[in-house]
């Protein structure tokens, strides 16, 4: 009896100093969840400066999140997000989907580089992301000691009360113009991934940015000045709103 109760005490506390372990290095173990699953998923390196949770208020922020641009474009980062911060629904923790009451992504950079041929690297990351998210999500649901997963296997869905993406910039080079920079109305979502009881991580990734790419076109298009650049960036735009249409189908 006596060595049974040593080694009930030998794996409590075994227990304990593994949740402590994960609950201590929660952030990195995030951190680090966001760059794989963000790169695997646009194809190009995505990194995360630093990220702070805080599961007694229920709260997160993400700091210096950036993504590379595709090959063939210029070596500036296609998109920098400055902060992303968000609430969490603790009672939906170990639920189906996990709901984040708000989440909002703050002063945001996107760079716009559309060439000669019309090939654009946004349209790039875009067709990434409907290329890889499939299989991103079943890489995502065979981590099953993963908090992203459920206990089946399935992959974590996440439905948000309100998205909002505020002071987004918009520098555009556009083949045959002089640089841009425009500034885009601010993007507002509600009950985002309601209607299909959640959205899982490949999802997710198409509406932000398929969100911000959209936003993004249509603002360098607006300031076009020439008849060649315009048509060019409206075939382009017109293109990823078909695409994005029947992704919300």
């Given amino acids: 009896m006596k060595k049974i109760l040593i080694l009930i005490a030998v794996l409590a506390a075994i227990t304990a100093a593994t949740i402590f372990f994960l609950l201590s290095n929660l952030d990195n173990i995030v951190q680090n969840k966001l760059e794989n699953i963000g790169s695997e998923l646009l194809g190009v390196p995505v990194k995360v400066a630093n ?21 063939g474009f210029s070596e500036e980062k296609a998109f920098t997000m400055d902060t992303i911060k968000l609430t969490i629904n603790l009672r939906s923790l170990k639920q189906q989907p996990l709901i984040i009451p708000e989440l909002s992504i703050l002063r945001p950079i996107a760079r716009l580089e559309v ?80 209607e299909k009881k959640g959205l899982t991580p490949g999802e997710i990734g198409g509406v932000i940015l398929g969100d911000i790419i959209t936003k993004a076109i249509e603002a360098a298009l607006m300031k076009s000045l020439t008849d060649k650049v315009e048509k060019t960036a409206l075939d382009i735009f017109d293109k990823l709103r078909s695409k994005l249409d029947e992704k919300e189908k």
């Fill in 115 to 194: 060439q000669e041929n019309g090939k654009s690297n946004l349209q790039t990351l875009l067709d990434n992301i409907n290329k890889n998210s499939a299989k991103t999500d079943k890489t995502v649901a065979k981590e099953q000691d993963d908090p992203a997963v459920t206990t089946t296997g399935e992959p974590r869905r996440i439905a948000f009360g309100k998205l909002r993406i505020l002071g987004v910039t918009v520098h555009a080079d556009i083949a045959g113009q002089p640089p841009k920079t425009v500034v885009i109305p601010d993007i507002s979502r509600e009950l985002l991934g309601k």
């Fill in 51 to 71: 990220v702070e949770i805080k599961l007694k208020d229920g709260s997160g922020r993400i700091s210096g999140l950036t993504i590379a641009n595709p090959a």
